[in-house]
């Protein structure tokens, strides 16, 4: 075995990346910030004082003075590879020294952080072990990010130089990576919580308190089976969820038979229903649901006129959470099912034609069974849709709890029990993942769509008459009622009061995006521009990231075989099953303390985002790369580039429409987010959905609605950007797959 | 213009013992020993599923091997993955890259391998000459009809002077007349500049037009190496008789052996053949479909076979029968469309005294 030629090449590979890596950790040891800056990630207050005042200093300044001397020890791992660097040596000395030095940073670098907090020593045993410490440290700032990088990418080109996927190692650093942050800022939140939700007030870790607030009545209850009182929030859940999702499959399947198999000339027009959810902040229709029955609504009122009743509440609750979910998340069943409809083989439909089959026949024994699965599918989304639904509930729910406010009220209201948030929210959790299982495992292998390859002639064969004419109008009821919906929702920001005055005004608009001019230039006045600056600022860093973090992905899943890669990809889908409110408990539990101290910053905002959305980057980027022939990366690679040139020159120009539309969904996605964002939100970063909703619990209609209609429209202008930009054919099909997540 | 002319620099291939699995159940390429001298064109030949491309591939470096070694130019490249080997591919798609003009596919491995603008400007549009595409580096892959895309390709792998040049079915997205052209020009550069190439088609007239060796494989396994002459003339297996070209596989007996000389009975006629290495006994003799004569008028000479025609069909250049015999049904072709035998005509069946080959036994 004299294959050194290879080990050389590698290797000398290998070196250049450690060598830049060693440089950036020596920036972050002895250049940045070891701690993170009160002010925000993105001032540079701290070059005021830097470097010798603690709060800003790098960790060498801080170590060279005697504080912090924990941090010493970083420096070992750190400078470990020059042993290899700049000589000849073994491929497997090679791989060794870096793997240690990437393994014990990582490891001391978090195992400190961990040890000590803001209040120094954070386990007992540790104060027992070394007696009382008397110093502190914050969360992990500039360098501390820097240089933990520098230990991954260590440890991954050590374990790139062993052989692994071929010794690449731009592979093996994108694995290494993605398996990083999704561990960090999806597994180990969700891993915070259980353990929160296992412990006491006290932080004393306790089964039988877990059981006991995971089996409480007001969960569980079944009271209202027996006697006049509610059940308990779960069952309110789950009933509510299984109600919406298979109305709105239904409705769904209505829809898409119309668009496709009517002849209905303007069928497709049906199609532009599908971007409606996509651009509406999740309460909204909630809001038009209440100026329409509420106590003071349109209809309400001139029912109670007619039949000369008192005006009621009756949409509160149960009925008005279910209109409102149903009008919110038809248009997502409708995405799939059109697909599926469109996805049976017109031949197949022919071919039971030419076999004497009458049209009804066909649709009976042909076209029903196969896009039965789809069906399935589509329930199952509108169940997560409905399970993970904030806004609607929130604005709504009246008596009726639901868990996802239920979790919000357990944390921000005068309960403050971060305890029992942690319990409800495993709960809805539970929910979420065994539809996103059944999903996966059941469906996922059952697909019926037929698909040949061939260009499939023929035209699909029109509905049987008896479900065209129930179809028809069931369909244009619906088209009505949405319509009417949205018009109110226009009509609602010009009005003064809604229920007692009626005259048109801007007032709203006036109050909240006022422009004036003062000595300093241009003054916003408005009410709500700091949200609105705060909420484009935070989407459009976001966006990128995300598309970036799910383009990644994509090209691991799509282009690259290693082992675990089935748990890789479960791994980075599983956000889409994670409702919004779960991921705020989370994140409120994990990121509020040293080393990873982030709530009340911009940062987590963004992160919430980065991972929410990641499915929808990771979906594009798939739908766009398989349709990339292979052989291009491959013809780039024996042309002697290697795969991060490949991916540079090659696949990332060619994917240009899915980068685009991967950012601009998660641009709008990040505007229109509620859920998570209402528990991450601070005074300094607050979102244009979270000020919206405070608006609506001071019955500040007009505003917020005035509000919302201006962000449905700037959205709805980012997206006819896009499909200018793009053209309608590239987008249609990154467009069907975005709206897959749940809010 | 001296410096920017392509200097080869081939190398050998060596397979020893080299076997390619897909998880436990699935044997691409098993035990497979081989090798391509320096500046030698080969063809791997065989049906589809041989394992003929995955063996192009892990010459490639785009599988690699479970098991065995892979020397190229004498070293060993068995790990070594794709970027880092000395190996270029043209691939069936021709896989140009869509974004990039015609001068910027060929320039790609030139940069890629790190050589500056101009001399990659350079040598990409020497290498453009060289294929008669002088002239169109501005152009999008997709202004290009199939035959000069393929030749972007062919260009874009040779400006690297590979040790070895890789082509996987270069000729199959290209119509019948076509095909003829490039695979002319191909050959011809090969041999002028003396590459080293491997060659992978399942299209025998193709492997024949071109190699200087073919490497037969049949179920992920070697069947046979030879030149294109002795892989027709000499077929080792009933299956490699029957691959390339066809060929009628009748059962005979040997009567005898005499230095290498075989004494071969088929029916009432005997044949003088080369015995290679067989015994007295029965045996299969494989003749190819135009050393087949047929004659309706001699029926009743001793020497001949006695058949009738069981299907005549006129496709131009010749014509096709299907002669009934007792040795079964033979399939002759006759240069003399002129005249066609009638179906149900008795006729004697002869053969010629070159073409007929006796088959070792199937191992």
């Known amino acids: 075995m004299s294959s050194t030629e290879s080990e050389v090449l590698s290797t000398r590979r290998g070196s250049r990346v450690v060598l830049l890596w060693l440089l950036i950790g020596l920036l972050g040891y002895f250049v940045f910030p070891w701690y993170i800056l009160e002010d925000g990630f993105f001032s540079f207050e701290w070059l005021d004082g830097y470097p010798f005042d603690t709060d800003y200093a790098p960790a060498a300044f801080l170590v060279f003075q005697g504080e912090k001397i924990w941090l010493t020890p970083l420096i070992l791992p750190l400078l470990l590879p020059l042993v290899v660097l700049f000589r000849q040596s073994s491929r497997r000395f090679f791989s060794t020294i870096l793997i240690i030095a990437g393994a014990s940073g990582v490891f001391y670098l978090f195992a400190q952080g961990f040890a000590i907090g803001i209040r120094g020593f954070n386990a007992e045993w540790l104060q027992a072990l070394f007696g009382e410490l008397g110093d502190r440290q914050f969360g992990f700032g500039y360098g501390a990010v820097l240089l933990a990088c520098t230990f991954l990418f260590y440890l991954t080109t050590g374990i790139a130089s062993r052989g692994y996927i071929n010794g690449d190692v731009f592979v093996v650093g994108a694995i290494g990576f993605i398996i990083s942050i999704v561990a960090l800022f999806i597994f180990f939140p969700i891993a915070q919580m259980l353990s929160s939700a296992l412990r006491d007030n006290e932080g004393v870790y306790s089964l039988s308190i877990f059981i006991a607030k995971f089996s409480e009545n007001k969960i569980w209850g079944l009271a209202c089976l027996t006697e006049n009182r509610g059940c308990g929030v779960a069952w309110n859940s789950l009933f509510l969820a299984i109600v919406v999702g298979a109305a709105t499959t239904l409705l769904g399947l209505v829809f898409a038979l119309v668009a496709t198999r009517s002849g209905f000339r303007y069928g497709n027009w049906l199609r532009a229903l599908t971007v409606l959810p996509i651009i509406t902040p999740p309460f909204v229709i909630g809001l038009a649901i209440i100026l329409l029955f509420g106590l003071s609504g349109t209809v309400t009122q001139w029912?109670?006129?007619?039949?000369d009743l008192q005006p009621t509440r009756w949409v509160y609750g149960l009925p008005g959470i279910m209109i409102a979910q149903m009008l919110s998340f038809t248009p997502i069943a409708f995405l799939v099912l059109i697909g599926v409809v469109e996805g049976v083989s017109p031949s197949m439909e022919e071919a039971s034609q030419t076999l004497r089959a009458s049209r009804w026949y066909t649709f009976k024994t042909v076209t029903f069974p196969l896009i039965r699965p789809g069906l399935a599918n589509a329930f199952l989304l509108g169940f997560i849709e409905s399970m993970a639904d904030f806004g609607n509930p929130l604005v709504l729910g009246g008596n009726y709890d639901v868990l996802s406010t239920e979790i919000f009220f357990a944390i921000v209201g005068a309960q403050n029990d971060q305890g029992r948030a942690a319990v409800l929210a495993i709960v809805l959790l539970l929910f979420t993942l065994t539809a996103f299982y059944a999903q996966r495992r059941w469906l996922g292998k059952k697909s019926y769509i037929t698909k040949t390859g061939k260009g499939d002639g023929g035209s699909h064969s029109l509905m049987p008459k008896r479900i065209m004419w129930p179809c028809y109008t069931i369909a244009s009821v619906w088209v009505v009622f949405t319509v009417t919906v949205y018009g109110m929702i226009i009509y609602g920001g010009f009005v003064e009061t809604w229920g007692l005055n009626h005259t048109l005004t801007f007032k709203h608009y006036i109050t909240t995006f006022a422009v004036g001019i003062n000595e300093f230039g241009i003054h916003f006045k408005g009410t709500a521009w700091d949200s609105f600056f705060t909420t484009l600022k935070i989407a459009a860093t976001a966006a990128p990231l995300t598309a970036i973090v799910g383009l990644i992905t994509a090209y691991l899943l799509v282009r690259q075989q290693f082992h675990g890669k089935d748990w890789f990809e479960f791994g980075t889908m599983l956000s889409f099953a994670i409702p919004g409110t779960v991921v705020g408990v989370s994140y409120i539990l994990a990121f509020n303390v040293p080393p990873l101290e982030l709530t009340g910053t911009g940062i987590i905002l963004i992160i919430s985002f980065v991972f929410r959305n990641m499915p929808v980057g990771v979906r594009a980027g798939i739908a766009s790369m398989s349709q990339l022939d292979k052989s291009l990366d491959e013809a780039s690679l024996t042309l002697g580039a290697n795969t991060w040139r490949t991916f540079r020159k090659v696949i990332l120009p060619l994917m240009r429409p899915a980068i685009l539309a991967a950012l601009v969904f998660s641009f709008v996605r990040a505007m229109t987010a509620i859920s998570a964002v209402i528990f991450l939100v601070s005074a300094e970063y607050n979102m244009a959905t979270s000020y919206i909703i405070g608006r609506v619990e001071n019955n500040d209609y007009g505003i917020a609605i005035a509000y919302s209609t201006t962000l449905i429209f700037v959205m709805l202008t980012a997206i006819l950007l896009f499909q200018l930009l793009v053209g309608r054919n590239q987008t249609s099909r990154?467009?069907?797959?975005s709206r897959t997540n749940v809010g | 213009m001296n410096q920017s002319e392509l200097k080869t620099r081939a190398a050998s291939v060596e397979f020893q013992s080299v076997t390619k699995r897909y998880g436990t159940e699935v044997t691409a390429v098993d035990n497979v020993s081989l090798k391509v001298d320096a500046g030698e064109l080969v063809t791997l030949l065989g049906p589809s599923g041989c394992g003929k491309t995955t063996t192009l591939r892990m010459i490639a470096?785009?599988?690699?091997?479970?098991?065995?070694?892979?020397l190229i130019g004498g070293s060993d490249v068995t790990r070594l993955p794709a970027t880092d080997r000395d190996v270029s591919m043209v691939f069936q798609s021709y896989a140009l890259f869509p974004h990039m003009t015609v001068l910027e596919n060929v320039c790609y491995g030139l940069r890629a391998s790190g050589k500056n603008k101009k001399q990659s400007i350079e040598r990409a549009e020497y290498g453009l000459d060289l294929v008669g595409l002088a002239g169109y580096g501005s152009r999008l892959p997709s202004e290009l009809s199939g035959g000069q895309q393929q030749r972007v390709a062919v260009a874009r792998a040779l400006v690297l002077e590979p040790q070895v040049l890789l082509f996987d079915e270069p000729l199959s997205n290209l119509d019948a007349k076509l095909r003829r052209q490039v695979r002319d020009d191909i050959r011809e550069i090969q041999q002028r500049l003396s590459l080293t190439v491997v060659y992978v088609t399942h299209d025998q007239e193709e492997a024949l037009a071109v190699s200087d060796r073919i490497i037969v494989m049949k179920n992920a396994m070697i069947a046979q190496v030879g030149s294109p002459r002795e892989l027709y003339?000499?077929?080792?297996?009933?299956?490699?008789?029957?691959?390339?070209?066809e060929a009628n596989i009748i059962d005979v007996d040997i009567t005898a052996v005499n230095q290498?000389?075989?004494?071969?009975?088929?029916?009432?006629?005997?044949?003088?053949?080369?015995?290679?290495?067989?015994?007295?006994?029965?045996?299969?003799?494989?003749?190819?479909?135009?050393?087949?004569?047929?004659?309706?008028?001699?029926?009743?000479?001793?020497?001949?076979?006695?058949?009738?025609?069981?299907?005549?069909?006129?496709v131009g250049d010749r014509i096709e029968y299907k002669i009934g015999t007792e040795q079964g049904v033979l399939f002759c072709t006759s240069e003399t469309t002129d005249r066609q035998v009638a179906e149900l005509t008795e006729v004697a069946v002869s053969f010629d005294v070159t073409g007929p080959v006796l088959l070792p036994e199937d191992t």
């Open chain 1, 303 to 307: 029912v109670a006129g007619v039949l």
């Open chain 2, 61 to 70: 470096g785009l599988e690699m091997a479970s098991e065995g070694r892979i």
């Open chain 2, 233 to 245: 003339e000499q077929p080792a297996s009933e299956f490699v008789a029957d691959f390339i070209g």
């Open chain 1, 734 to 737: 990154p467009f069907t797959q």
């Open chain 2, 260 to 314: 290498g000389n075989a004494t071969v009975q088929v029916g009432e006629v005997m044949l003088n053949l080369d015995s290679r290495g067989l015994e007295p006994g029965s045996a299969k003799l494989a003749v190819r479909p135009n050393r087949i004569f047929i004659d309706s008028r001699n029926t009743a000479n001793a020497a001949v076979l006695p058949g009738v025609v069981e299907k005549a069909t006129y």
